[in-house]
Nanobody, 116 residues
Framework: QVQLVESGGGLVQPGGSLRLSCATS????????MSWYRQAPGKERELVAS????????THPDSVKGRFTISRDNAKNTVYLQMNSLKPEDTAVYYC?????????WGQGTQVTVSS
């Protein structure tokens, strides 16, 4: 049974930090490109960060570049998202995604709220 379980979300003040984790099971994690997406109310889901299966190459859109960092631990089947200098516009549900060939797996999401 494939599972992706996000954790680490919550309420944080502007300028603060959070570290999201996505623990996975049920598939060969090291074969999968892993990504984080987010979806704010009334908006489309957008890519936040992506990492290759070996962990050496990452992608971050300009909106989060320099503030967010994705990483993975293939020994623990877990992917992380370190978020620094958070802004109110980062408020969204954050989803973990794993993709390989025709397989496309999603977690249930974790809420991140940035507010004073």
């Amino acid at each position: 049974q494939v599972q992706l379980v996000e954790s680490g979300g919550g309420l944080v003040q502007p300028g603060g930090s959070l570290r999201l984790s996505c623990a996975t099971s049920g598939f060969t994690f090291s074969l999968y490109r892993m990504s984080w997406y987010r979806q704010a109310p009334g908006k489309e889901r957008e890519l936040v960060a992506s990492v290759t299966r070996d962990g050496y190459r990452t992608t971050h859109p300009d909106s989060v570049k320099g503030r967010f960092t994705i990483s993975r631990d293939n020994a623990k089947n877990t992917v992380y998202l370190q978020m620094n200098s958070l802004k109110p516009e980062d408020t969204a549900v954050y989803y973990c995604n794993g993709r390989f060939a025709a397989n496309d797996y999603w977690g249930q999401g974790t809420q991140v709220t940035v507010s004073s």
